[in-house]
């Protein structure tokens, strides 16, 4: 205090809480809230295509009201996926009209999830599509040849989503499949069997009704000539073979659900890009053996805590190999399921 100010005068200068000043809120008058609106008008419909940052959504599947909505994404959904199948809950303009765009608010509890990752030790997940409920894995008797451990991976993808898988190899004039086939004789997997001049239209179409099945494929198998033949109007690129590579050019670069209609009902055909490779990062390996169920079955044999790896004392499927109990093809099964199995040992090594 100086010399000059009295005690009075310090008493009227004291501040009390009217002479604060408050900044307002930069972002807006009100101040930011987790509560949600709970959108209790929202329309449901679910999603059969996706194009940068917009997604096709098909309203009111099979009613006279059946319409497309062009949708977004909610703020709130940020960090949610939206994949082709997921069935959602749509607010704002759900007419379809031209120039109108809707949200998805919510995703509903997914059935089934299909994915894949980079390799065995990328534990990032792709989610390739939602709530499909079979698998139909296209592979070619010959140009390119067929692989027998990247359809154990396909098999491995859909046993680990709840998906039941088809098999359906094509340009069977090129080559037999009998000994390819013989390596997956011990599974219960329907097989369509197509060549260039004969495709099973009908057989594979009855299988498809009623359900939504997920087609996959390694690029050049004839997957999209397949598609286009079902889906007439699909309109879904074709390619080649290389000669010299032997590998398939990728022609679908999305993921495009399309309806086949027939007089017995309606399904539906979720195209995928071709793949080369189908990484399992994120697969528990707990779900590998039941993918093999002829050795499942074998398995259940072993001794409690059996790995099933070369290194396995007393395993019962190694032994029921050379006791010859599984055929020709049993030693090919258990070789495919331990190079598996071996993966997601050396994973956990690493981690740990």
């Not at 765009?101 to 065995?120: C, G, K, M, P, W």
């Not at 592979?139 to 680990?160: G, H, Q, T």
């Not at 070369?310 to 399921?337: F, Q, Y």
């Amino acid at each position: 205090m100086s010399w000059w100010e009295t005690d009075e005068d310090e008493d009227e200068d004291e501040y009390d809480e009217s002479d604060v000043k408050v900044r307002p809120n930069r972002r807006g008058s009100r101040p930011r809230t987790k509560v949600r609106p709970e959108h209790a008008d929202a329309v449901e419909g679910w999603v059969y295509g996706v194009d940068r940052g917009r997604y096709a959504v098909l309203v009111g599947d099979g009613t006279p009201d059946e319409h497309v909505i062009t949708a977004a994404r909610a703020s709130e959904l940020r960090r949610k996926s939206v994949v082709t199948g997921d069935r959602v809950d749509l607010v704002g303009d759900t007419t379809g009209d031209p120039g109108t765009l809707a949200r998805i608010v919510r995703v509903q509890e997914r059935t089934t999830l299909l994915r894949r990752s980079a390799d065995d030790t990328d534990e990032v997940e792709r989610i390739i599509v939602a709530n499909a409920d079979q698998m139909l894995i296209v592979v070619a008797a010959a140009n390119p040849e067929p692989r027998i451990r990247l359809l154990d991976r396909y098999l491995v993808a859909a046993f680990d989503a709840g998906i039941a898988p088809i098999l359906c190899i094509t340009k069977t004039d090129l080559a037999d499949p009998a000994p390819f086939l013989e390596n997956f004789a011990g599974l219960d997997l329907p097989v369509f069997r197509s060549s260039t001049d004969r495709m099973p239209l009908e057989q594979i179409t009855a299988a498809l009704i009623g359900h939504r099945t997920v087609f996959v494929g390694h690029s050049g198998v004839g997957k999209s000539t397949l598609v286009n033949a079902l889906v007439p109007d699909a309109n879904r690129a074709t390619g080649v073979v290389n000669v010299v590579t032997g590998r398939g050019r990728h022609t679908s670069s999305s993921t495009v659900s399309l309806r086949v209609h027939t007089e017995a009902g309606d399904g539906w055909v979720i195209d995928t890009p071709g793949v080369r490779s189908f990484g399992l990062g994120h697969v528990d390996p707990a779900n590998i053996l039941g993918a093999f169920s002829d050795l499942a079955a074998v398995a259940e044999r072993c001794p409690r805590g059996c790995t099933h790896l070369p290194d396995a004392p007393d395993c019962a499927i190694a032994e029921a190999v050379e006791a010859g109990e599984l055929g020709d093809t049993g030693r090919a099964r258990l070789d495919s399921l331990q190079r598996l199995l071996g993966t997601f040992a050396a994973r956990s090594t690493r981690v740990e």
